[in-house]
C-alpha cells in the first residue's frame, strides 16, 4: 500500500527523519510510536508531501509520490488529520465538511459565474459526502451546530470527517485521541477498527499505550529520526531497545 | 421579538426592499449632494467587496488594493483624456489592465504567507503611488489627470447628471453582490475559506494553493479596477492622491465594521462609515479620535463585525428557540438553524 524505501529529512544538520524504510500494508492499522521529538509528525508531513524529503523514495500503490505537492498527493488518496484543525468556527459542522470533496470537482470561476449544472451537481456531491462523512463518524446530530459550540471530542471527529470527504485509500491520523478522556478514547480506537472495516488504511501517531497496543496490527517505532523497531504489539512491548527508548534502560520497570 | 425582526432581514424579501429603497433614493434626497455622497458610497463599496474575496474569504491581507484602485482610475483616465478613447472601451481595458497586473502581482507576492505579504502588498502599493507620482510622461505626475471623459449613455441617458450616474453605479454594485453572493456560497468561495482556515489543512484537502490564492487575487484587483474606472468617469479628475494608502486602510476599516468575509459587510461598512464621515465632517481629522477607539472596541469583541456578529446571534437564538419548542415532540434537530444558515 505505502512503502517508504530509506526515507530522510534533515532540517539544516539534523537529521528529523533517518533512513527510515517501512513498508504499511493495505487494511491494517499502522501505528507509529515514539518519545517526543522523535520525528513522528516530520514522517507524516513527508508522506503527506507538505515537506519534502531530502532522499528516499515513497511510493503509494506502486507510484513514485516522492516529490509531489501535497495536494497532488491527496488526490491520489493520502487524507490525514493534524493535532490541531483549524476550521471556520462561525459556520455549522456541515458548511465546513462540504469542501472535503473539493478535490474531487472540477467547477471554476466560469462554472460560479452561469450557475452551470455540473456545479450544481458538483455541489450535492459534496454536500452529500459531506453528510455521508458525518454519519461515519457519528455526528449527524450536531451538522448544524457552529464549530465553536460542540466539544472537543466532537471537534476531533470532524477533523476525521473532513479527512474522510476526500475519498482516501489511506488515512494519516497525527495524535488522534490527544486530550480526550479514556472513554473517548475508546470511541476513536472504534472508529479506526470502523475505518479498516470499511476498507481503509489506517496510519496512526500516538501516545497512549494502551489503545495502541489493543488496537494497531503493526508498530513502528521511532526514535531520535531512527526507526528501532517494528512488528506487531507483542514484539514490540518485549523490545529490549524499545524499553529503553522509553524508559532509559530499565527492563524491569516495563515488565 | 427581535430575532422575529432579524429573520426578516434574512429573508429574500428584505434584499428586494433594500433594493426599492436604494432606487427610490434619489427622490427621497433632499439635494444633489446626497445623491452624490451615496454614489460615491457605492464606489467604494465595490471595491470592499473585491478586498473582501481576497482578504474576507482567502483570508490575505492586500495592502495594495487601494493602489489597484488607482490603476483602474488611472487607466480609463489616461485613455479617455490622453489616448482620446471613448469612455466604455477605457472601461473595459481598466478591467483588462487591473486584472492582468494583478495576476503578476498575486504570482509573485502569493508566494509569501501571512504578515509577510501584508508587507510586500504594502510596498507593492507604494510603488504603484510613486509611478503615478513620479513617471510624469505617462501619469503628468503631481498635475493629475483632467478631462476624463463621462460614460455615454448611447443617447438615451446623460450619464454626466448626478442622478442617472448613481443608477450606473448601482447597478454595477447589484451585479458585484450578486457575484459574491454566487461566489461564496459556491464550492469555489468554500475553497477559499478552507484556504483561510490554513495553507496546511487546505493542501491536505487537495487544494492547489497557488492557483486558487491567484484566482482570489486577480477577482478582488478586477473588483479595485471596476471601482476605480467608475470612480474616475465619476469626479472626472485624479490625481496620485487616489493611490494613497490611505484608501486601502480606509477600506479595511469599511471591512472590518460591516463584517469581514460576509456578504453583507461591505455593503454595510462602507455605507455606514461614508456617512458618518459626511455628518462629522465639522470634526475635520480630530474625527478619528472618534473612530480610532471605535474600531479598537469592535474588532475585540466583534472580530467579524456587525454582520457576522448579527449571524451568530440568530443562529443561537435559533437553537435555544427550535428544542424549546420541539422538546415535546422528539429530541435532537437542529433544522431551524439549516434553514438560517442558508437564507445567509
Known sequence: ?255 | MLFKLGSFFMKPGAKMALLALAIVFPALASNEYQVYVMASAFVWAIAVYGLNIITGYCGQLNLAHGGFFAIGAYTLGLLTSDAGWSFWPAFVAALLVTAVLGFLVGVVSLRLKEHYFAIFTLCVGFIIYLLMDKWEELTHGPVGVRDIAAPYGFGVVDFTETTPFYYLVLAFLVFSIWFMGRLSRSLLGRTFIAIRNGDELAQSLGINLMRNKVLAFVLSTTYAGLAGALYAGMVRFIGPEEANIIHTFDMITYLLVGGIGTLTGPLLGTISIVWITQSLQFLEEYRMILFGPLLVVLVIFFPRGITGQFLTWMHHKAQTLSPAKKEKASKVQTATSGEVKNNA
Open chain 1, 1 to 255: 500500500m505505502l512503502k517508504v524505501e530509506h526515507l530522510t529529512k534533515m532540517f539544516g544538520g539534523l537529521a528529523a527523519v533517518n533512513d527510515v524504510s517501512v513498508d504499511f500494508e493495505a487494511g491494517k492499522i499502522n501505528a507509529i510510536i515514539g518519545p517526543n521529538g522523535a520525528g513522528k509528525s516530520t514522517f507524516f508531513n513527508l508522506i503527506s508531501g507538505l515537506h519534502q524529503p531530502t532522499s528516499g523514495r515513497i511510493l503509494l500503490d506502486g507510484t513514485d509520490v516522492t516529490n509531489m505537492p501535497s495536494d497532488k498527493v491527496a488526490r491520489l488518496g493520502v487524507g490525514r488529520t493534524f493535532q490541531t484543525t483549524n476550521l471556520f468556527e462561525q459556520a455549522s459542522v456541515l458548511d465546513n465538511l462540504i469542501v472535503g470533496h473539493r478535490l474531487r470537482t472540477k467547477s471554476g470561476l466560469w462554472d460560479v459565474l452561469i450557475n452551470s449544472k455540473r456545479l450544481q451537481r458538483e455541489e450535492k456531491a459534496a454536500r452529500d459526502k459531506a453528510m455521508e462523512a458525518l454519519d461515519f463518524v457519528g455526528l449527524t446530530h450536531v451538522a448544524g451546530q457552529f464549530i465553536a459550540d460542540i466539544t472537543q471530542e466532537e471537534r476531533k471527529r470532524v477533523a476525521f470527517a473532513l479527512a474522510l470527504a476526500t475519498d482516501p485509500k489511506i488515512v494519516l491520523l497525527d495524535e488522534p485521541a490527544a486530550g480526550v478522556n479514556p472513554e473517548e478514547t475508546q470511541g476513536f480506537a472504534e472508529l479506526m477498527r470502523k475505518m479498516v472495516d470499511n476498507g481503509l488504511t489506517v496510519c496512526l501517531i500516538e501516545h497512549k499505550m494502551d489503545m495502541i497496543m489493543s488496537l494497531a496490527d503493526k508498530i513502528m517505532v521511532l526514535d531520535h529520526g531512527e526507526k528501532i523497531a517494528e512488528g506487531t504489539p507483542e514484539e514490540v512491548r518485549n523490545n529490549p531497545v524499545v524499553i529503553e527508548a522509553y524508559l532509559g534502560g530499565d527492563e524491569d520497570a516495563a515488565a
